[in-house]
């Protein structure tokens, strides 16, 4: 049997040290940027570090933080960039 987990998911924007930003998701966000930092976690960002988390959403679970993550990459730059923006007002 399996133990039921309450696990918590969050969809995150990172900006890279060339200026793109990366979308992606994760249950566990200082793990995941360490991770991006140290060159493990994704190809993209390996090659653009060192990165930053700029955003980040609370989703309620991997399925949520996936719909959001494929709606924010529909975004164009300038709308990503807004949003980061409306986070830190």
């Keep these: 049997m399996?133990?039921?987990?309450?696990?918590?998911w969050f969809c995150y924007l990172l900006r890279c040290a060339d200026g793109t930003l990366y979308c992606g998701i994760t249950n566990d966000l200082g793990k995941r940027l360490s991770?991006?930092?140290d060159g493990t976690a994704s190809k993209y960002t390996r090659a653009r570090?060192?990165?930053d988390l700029v955003f980040?959403?609370?989703?309620a679970d991997r399925s949520d933080?996936?719909?959001?993550?494929?709606?924010?990459?529909?975004?164009?730059?300038?709308?990503?960039?807004?949003l980061i923006e409306e986070l830190a007002r």
């Design 35 to 37: 991770a991006h930092n």
């Design 49 to 51: 570090k060192p990165v």
């Design 2 to 8: 399996k133990a039921c987990a309450t696990m918590e």
């Design 56 to 59: 980040f959403e609370s989703c």
């Design 65 to 82: 933080a996936s719909k959001r993550e494929a709606a924010i990459k529909a975004l164009t730059r300038s709308e990503k960039l807004a």
